[in-house]
């Protein structure tokens, strides 16, 4: 296909011959630009439509077949409906032994006596919003369930141990660091249901003034206290995840550090 469109002179000899079912006297070179260019077999769609409601308005079908092409410039030239890809599949998929299917598809007319348009490009349009509509409505149950799976991820995150923490807390465990003088009464991994109330208990006979951290597995404090008897009772709102907690004494001696499971 050439760079340059058909001009409005062989446009009209395509329209006429088109619509008097004759497209093979058309010279080959103004069929196959038309069988590729878009634009070009919107316009020849356009002015036979043209031509075919003139036809219908004229008392004499036959003087209007005499009618030669150039009288159709003029109407070529002045034509700016896009009658849109319907256009291009009537001229590209149809037959040149069959003029009158090929005028099937055509299904915008630009009636020019009444002004009424209706192009086909809105048609086309409508139909693309059905399909972007029907393509969101299958996306939805995959979109909705996403959440769930965030959530998961989120509550995996929450139970992934702290290092250093979990370090920690595992050779209290094992009884690595554990003082002699002091006794803690609960095991070294706590599991809680959420909200639950959470107490913790201990050996504390000369009631020395003993401080509580808790920290989540990010390391951040989310509670603290400070006692000289020998239970503590945690706040009941701890979020689902893994915690842990260290109790140390006035002189800032780690005396044991456990972990709690809010499950």
């Keep these: 296909m050439t760079d340059r469109h058909l001009t409005e002179e062989e446009i009209a000899i395509y329209a006429e011959a088109f619509k008097s079912g004759a497209k093979k006297k058309v010279p080959k070179h103004i069929r196959n630009h038309v069988k590729e260019c878009n634009r070009c077999a919107e316009e020849v769609v356009a002015v036979e439509q043209a031509i075919s409601q003139l036809d219908e308005n004229n008392s004499s079908r036959s003087k209007s077949r005499k009618l030669t092409a150039v009288f159709w410039v003029p ?18 998929n149809q037959p040149d032994t069959s003029p009158v299917e090929s005028r099937e598809p055509v ?129 009941d709102d701890f979020d689902k995840g893994l915690y842990y907690w260290k109790l140390v004494d006035s002189d800032f001696n780690l005396l044991f550090c456990g972990k709690l499971r809010v499950e």
């Design 75 to 92: 109407v070529a030239a002045g034509v700016t409906l896009l009658i849109g890809i319907g256009g291009y599949l009537l001229f590209y």
């Design 107 to 235: 299904a915008a007319v630009d009636t020019i006596s009444s002004g009424e348009k209706k192009p086909a490009a809105d048609t086309f349009k409508m139909q693309d919003q059905k399909q972007e509509t029907e393509k969101q409505e299958a996306r939805e149950p995959s979109e909705v369930s996403s959440p769930s799976l965030q959530d998961k991820n989120l509550l995996a995150e929450a139970y992934k141990p702290h290092p250093a923490l979990e370090n920690l807390s595992s050779r209290f465990e094992k009884g690595e660091m554990r003082g002699s003088r002091f006794e803690i009464e609960v095991d070294n991994l706590i599991k809680v249901n959420a909200r639950d109330t959470i107490v913790l208990r201990w050996k504390n006979p000369a009631e020395k003034e003993l401080s509580l951290e808790v920290l989540d597995n990010q390391g951040n404090k989310v509670e603290e206290k400070t006692t000289t008897k020998e239970t503590v009772r945690l706040k």
